[in-house]
């Protein structure tokens, strides 16, 4: 059985993005289809999405949870 990575709103994580690690925060949990971050997210509660905005450019994305690395807190 997977593991499902828990993240929370205001959790740390970073991604890749054209080649570069980009850091950020989790401003929610996706659970259904919805129009965000300019795009159509086709989520489910089973299959969650979550959007993050970018620590260096303050824009939205999202992501699946395998796309994600919560990072430590220091």
């Known amino acids: 059985m997977a ?4 993240l929370n709103k205001g959790d740390q ?10 850091p950020g925060k989790v401003k929610k949990k996706i659970t259904e289809r919805a129009e965000v971050a300019g795009r ?3 989520a489910s509660k089973d299959e969650p999405q979550y959007e993050v905005e ?3 450019s303050g824009r939205d994305a999202v ?7 919560k990072k430590d807190s220091d």
């Open 3 to 6: 593991k499902e990575k828990k």
């Open 63 to 69: 992501h699946k949870p395998e796309s994600l690395r």
């Open 40 to 42: 159509t997210v086709d």
């Open 54 to 56: 970018s620590d260096k």
């Open 13 to 22: 994580v970073e991604w890749s993005s054209h080649g570069h690690d980009v």
